[in-house]
């Protein structure tokens, strides 16, 4: 058995004349009706007549049309309006009559070009049968046809208005979806620069090392066995940032939505991953790390990554202190160097890193700072509140 749901949705889904034919065929039906007779707007002072075939002709121009109120709203109105004419010209006075103002709202809604002319012409086209009303009818008086003009040209207005807030929310929507996707850019451009600078910065390093130690086969060997280690970890974490930006992401229940946490005990890695570089570290964390941290946990990782990469590119063999402390709800980070190096081998940044850094730290209500050290150096500062939602 077919549910409700289901069949509202098909409806939904069927043409746009299939859904608008049934109001045509509702008023089609009432007029019909003997309890309903000359039961319709009376303009002109007409006296009413009985209906004949002229009052079916009237009827279907009034009614039928109105399945076509949306895909062709001129001529919808042009139709309906020449089946009020002629019903209020004979003096039927359907009730069909009612249509002329449901296409004249959707003409106001739809019409998509040559607003001002149709308005222009409808106008016209009233003046004309309301002179010929006045001739035909008992004395109708200008008021009740001006009155009649002001009910139409609320109703034009109340479509046009209808009109302009549809426009106002596509325009929403598309803005809202033009900042998601500049978001989700931003997202992932922070993403590739923290995981390609930092490893990349660290082979650039040990690879200009290893130049100096061709005449030490073992310290060759295990500077070139970290470059391979360095790399292979490289192409491990940008082939999990492209799973999650691949089409297929998302359709199964094992990849996570967001990029992985670092694991426990990550930091430390990181730190050893830099001293093999080159880089002097010092190393302290405090505290235990919640179990529901979020993205604080992630977004520590990332402060201490760039900071230690900025330390490999432009201090590089400068002391480095790494102290992270893990409170009850935020974690802070702070990176020191001492300025006592020279810049490394490797390019130049972007200032992308940082940026990226103080706009992660923001969006978790944190603090973040990065600053030269009075007499030389640079520290990195981050307060990150921890149980933010991954």
Avoid at 19 to 29: E, T, V
Wanted: net charge positive.
């Amino acid at each position: 058995m077919i549910s409700l749901r289901r069949l509202t949705a098909r409806w939904c889904r069927s043409d746009v004349m299939i859904r608008d034919l049934p109001l045509g065929l509702l008023l089609l039906a009432l007029s019909l009706l003997p309890a309903f007779d000359s039961q319709g707007t009376q303009l002109g002072g007409v006296p009413p007549r009985p209906l004949d075939a002229v009052a079916g002709a009237a009827l279907l121009l009034e009614c039928l049309p109105l399945a076509v109120r949306r895909r062709w709203p001129v001529l919808c109105l042009a139709l309906v309006s020449l089946g009020f004419a002629l019903d209020q010209l004979r003096g039927y006075h359907l009730v069909a009559g009612t249509a002329l103002l449901v296409a004249l709202l959707s003409a106001g809604c739809h019409l998509e070009r040559r607003r001002r002319v149709t308005v222009l012409l409808f106008s016209a086209a009233y003046v004309v049968l309301a002179v010929a009303l006045s001739r035909l009818g008992s004395g109708e008086p200008p008021s009740g046809f001006v009155t009649f003009y002001v009910v139409l040209a609320f109703t034009w207005g109340a479509g046009a208005w209808l009109r302009a807030t549809r426009a106002a929310e596509a325009e929403r929507r598309r803005r809202i979806a033009e900042d998601t996707r500049a978001a989700e850019r931003s997202r992932i451009a922070r993403e590739l620069h923290d995981v390609v600078t930092h490893h990349v910065t660290a082979m650039v390093v040990q690879a200009e090392a290893a130049r100096y130690q061709t005449a030490a086969p073992d310290r060759l060997d295990r500077a070139l066995a970290s470059v391979s280690d360095t790399g292979r970890r490289a192409i491990g974490d940008l082939r999990h940032l492209l799973d999650l930006l691949g089409p297929e992401h998302g359709t199964g229940a094992a990849e996570p939505a967001e990029p992985r946490t670092p694991p426990v005990g990550s930091l430390y890695s990181l730190v050893e991953r830099t001293r093999r570089a080159g880089q002097p570290v010092e190393f302290t964390e405090e505290g235990t790390p919640a179990e529901t941290a979020g993205s604080a946990d992630l977004v520590a990782y990332r402060v201490v990554q760039e900071s230690l990469t900025n330390a490999l590119k432009h201090a590089h063999g400068s002391r480095t202190s790494v102290r992270v402390r893990h409170g009850g709800d935020e974690i802070t980070v702070e990176v020191r160097t001492d300025g006592s190096g020279s810049p490394g081998p490797s390019p130049g940044g972007s200032g992308r890193g940082l940026a990226g850094l103080r706009e992660r730290v923001r969006v978790l209500g944190g603090d973040f700072s990065a600053q030269p050290r009075t007499g030389g150096g640079f520290v990195v500062r981050a307060r990150i509140p921890a149980g933010s939602p991954s």
